[in-house]
C-alpha cells in the first residue's frame, strides 16, 4: 500500500464520496472510484459499503486509517519545516498553550525575545490541553505548553516550574486570616471548581474525599483563569493552579490549600523532531521567568 493510496483512502473516509474526495485531491470521480476498487482488490477484503451513492467504512477501513494518522501527522511536519527553510524563516516560532502559561509568563518572555530579535516571527495561540497536544502531534505547532500534563508517548515533555495548588478569594475574604485553607474550612463559604474533566478538578475533588468532605461546588468551570476572575468579583473561593493565581489582574487573597496537589506546568514537544534554536531560547527565557516569580512570590508558593 502505498502513501498516495493511504491519501485517497483518507480523503473517502473524511468525505463519504467520491465525488468530494476528487475535489479535495484534484482526482476526477472515476478516478477515485477506481483506485479504491484497485484498494479492494489487491488487499483481498472490501473497505467501504455502498448505499444510496454513499460510502460507508467497514471496520478495516476504519483501522488502517487509525493506523496511518501519525504518516499524515509527521508528514505535514516535515512539510511545515520545509517551508520555513525555502522562504528563510528558520526565525519563526509556532507555539501552543494553555490559558494558565499563555495569558501569564508566556507572552512576558515573547516580548522579551521580539525586543532583542525584531525579525522573529510568532504564531500563538491559547487553546484546551488536548487541542494544544493534538497540534504538537500534528506538526501545527512545534511547542506546546501546559499544566500537570502526564507523560505521552511521542512526545518530549521539559519541566518548567514546579508548585501547589492554591486558593484564592477577594482581599477582604474572612479566608485571609487562614494560614493554610482546607476542604473544612471551604465548607461556609460557595466554591468556585474546575470541572471534574480536568486534571485539577479531579485531583481537587480527590483531596475532598480523602478529607470526607462534602465536595458541592455553587460553580463549576473548565479553565482556572475563569475561577480567579470569578473569586475576584467576589462570587466565592477558588483552588486553582498557581500559574492561574499569578495571572491576577485584581487584588486577590491566596493561601496554600492542603492536602497538597501538586501542579507542574511543562514544555513539550514531538520527539521525531529536534527543537529550532529559537524554541531553546524561549524554553530558556521562560524557565528564568518563572524561577525570578518564585523567588519575588508572585509565584505562589513554588516547591
Not at 518572555?109 to 488536548?130: C, E, K, N, Y
Not at 500534563?149 to 516550574?161: F, V
Not at 479531579?202 to 468551570?221: I, K, N
Request: aromatic letters at 4%; one cysteine or more.
Amino acid at each position: 500500500m502505498t502513501l498516495r493510496q493511504l491519501e485517497i483512502l483518507r480523503a473517502v473516509l473524511r468525505h463519504q464520496t467520491t465525488m468530494a474526495a476528487g475535489r479535495i485531491l484534484g482526482m476526477s470521480q472515476p478516478a477515485v472510484s477506481h483506485a479504491v476498487k484497485q484498494l479492494e482488490t489487491q488487499l483481498g477484503f472490501p473497505l467501504f459499503e455502498r448505499v444510496n451513492n454513499r460510502l460507508y467504512p467497514t471496520e478495516a477501513a476504519r483501522l488502517i486509517h487509525a493506523e496511518s494518522e501519525p504518516l499524515f501527522a509527521q508528514h505535514a511536519a516535515l512539510e511545515a519545516r520545509l517551508q520555513e527553510l525555502r522562504q528563510d524563516k528558520t526565525g519563526r516560532l509556532r507555539l501552543l498553550a494553555t490559558p494558565p502559561l499563555g495569558h501569564g509568563v508566556i507572552p512576558e518572555a515573547l516580548q522579551r525575545m521580539l525586543a532583542r530579535q525584531p525579525g522573529l516571527r510568532i504564531t500563538f495561540d491559547v487553546r484546551r490541553l488536548d487541542e494544544v497536544v493534538e497540534g504538537v502531534e500534528s506538526g501545527a505547532a512545534e511547542l506546546g505548553f501546559g499544566v500537570s500534563l502526564e507523560e505521552r508517548p511521542g512526545l518530549t515533555l521539559r519541566p518548567l516550574a514546579a508548585a501547589r495548588m492554591v486558593c484564592v478569594a477577594a482581599p477582604d475574604h474572612p479566608l485571609l486570616r487562614e494560614p493554610v485553607v482546607t476542604p473544612a474550612l471551604l465548607r461556609p463559604w460557595p466554591l468556585i471548581a474546575l470541572e471534574a474533566g480536568t486534571r485539577m478538578g479531579a485531583a481537587l475533588r480527590a483531596a475532598f474525599q480523602e478529607a470526607r468532605e462534602p465536595f458541592l461546588p455553587a460553580v463549576e468551570v473548565r479553565y482556572g483563569d475563569t475561577a480567579r476572575a470569578l473569586a475576584e468579583a467576589g462570587v466565592g473561593v477558588a483552588v486553582i493552579d498557581p500559574f492561574s493565581a499569578g495571572n491576577r489582574r485584581l487584588p486577590l487573597s491566596v493561601r496554600p490549600f492542603e492536602p497538597a496537589i501538586p501542579s507542574r506546568a511543562v514544555a513539550f514537544f514531538a520527539s521525531r523532531l529536534p527543537l529550532s534554536r529559537g524554541a531553546e531560547a524561549l524554553l530558556r527565557e521562560i524557565r528564568l521567568r518563572l524561577e525570578r516569580q518564585g523567588a519575588a512570590g508572585t509565584l505562589p508558593f513554588p516547591g
